[in-house]
């Protein structure tokens, strides 16, 4: 079974001072990874897909990078309105090499919050 | 290009009701799938549905139904309603494209079981 761990569960940062969220993953055959941020009371807003080990990209203060085991959301200089939950996700191939249409698996989310 | 649509964005219902949730998918996006978001359990699958077919399906009882039209709109049902199903149910479309299946949401209903 596909399976999403996101550490850690909260962090509180002050304005400027950069870290990293951590998304393990384990998945039979990795179609893509996915990265959110959801805002309370929202839906999800997507951010960033990556697809093989050794990829990277870059929003902003946003940085996102993919090994065989896990995913880093680096946050350069954060500011107050980059607070809110981080979520990633795994999409499966399927069954003979198909994609597991449509079914994305979520880890728990990082409550992020900056403070000025 | 306007954003998925969910239309109520709030339901208060009672046990043993049934309700009915609307998504409209960005234009042009095929694929809708839906999933429940609760502060347990997190965001989890419900299902999948493409050119009116359900292609996926996740690990919920037969309470929990959908249907997509010739339009790509979709709805989903939940009947019998339970206390545990008060959550916030999103929905969210793709393209389909090659390698770019990612997936946009909208804003969710928050459905309340009393």
């Given at each position: 079974e596909d399976q999403v761990t996101q550490s850690p569960e909260a962090l509180r940062l002050q304005e400027g001072e950069s870290s990293s969220l951590n998304c393990s993953y384990t998945v039979s055959g990795l179609r893509g990874l996915f990265w959110?941020?959801?805002d309370p009371g929202k839906g999800p807003e997507f951010l960033f897909t990556l697809y093989s080990a050794g990829e990277e990209k870059e929003k902003e203060r946003?940085?996102?990078?993919?090994?065989?085991?896990?995913?880093?959301?680096?946050?350069?200089?954060?500011?107050?309105?980059?607070?809110?939950?981080?979520?990633?996700?795994?999409?499966?191939?399927?069954?003979?090499?198909?994609?597991?249409?449509?079914?994305?698996?979520?880890?728990?989310?990082?409550?992020?919050?900056?403070?000025? | 290009k306007a954003g998925v649509t969910q239309t109520p964005r709030y339901l208060?219902?009672?046990?043993?009701?049934?309700?009915?949730?609307?998504?409209?998918?960005?234009?042009?996006?095929r694929s809708v799938s839906w999933y429940q978001q609760?502060?347990?359990?997190?965001?989890?699958?419900?299902?999948?549905?493409?050119?009116e077919t359900q292609r996926n399906k996740g690990n919920f009882p037969?309470?929990?139904?959908?249907?997509?039209?010739?339009n790509s709109r979709s709805e989903m049902?939940?009947?019998?309603?339970?206390?545990?199903?008060?959550?916030?149910?999103?929905?969210?479309?793709s393209s389909l494209g090659g390698r770019y299946n990612?997936?946009?949401?909208?804003?969710?209903?928050?459905?309340?079981?009393?």
């Open positions: 959110y941020r959801q946003l940085k996102a990078t993919l090994t065989k085991k896990e995913s880093f959301l680096h946050i350069t200089a954060p500011k107050p309105e980059d607070s809110a939950t981080y979520l990633c996700a795994v999409q499966a191939v399927g069954n003979a090499g198909g994609t597991s249409y449509g079914k994305l698996t979520f880890g728990q989310g990082t409550i992020l919050t900056v403070h000025p | 208060i219902k009672t046990r043993g009701q049934q309700v009915t949730l609307s998504c409209s998918p960005i234009s042009g996006h609760t502060p347990g359990q997190g965001l989890q699958f419900l299902f999948e549905y493409f050119s037969g309470r929990f139904s959908g249907r997509q039209f010739s049902n939940v009947s019998t309603l339970e206390l545990g199903d008060s959550a916030l149910y999103l929905c969210a479309s990612e997936q946009f949401f909208g804003p969710g209903t928050r459905l309340t079981v009393l």
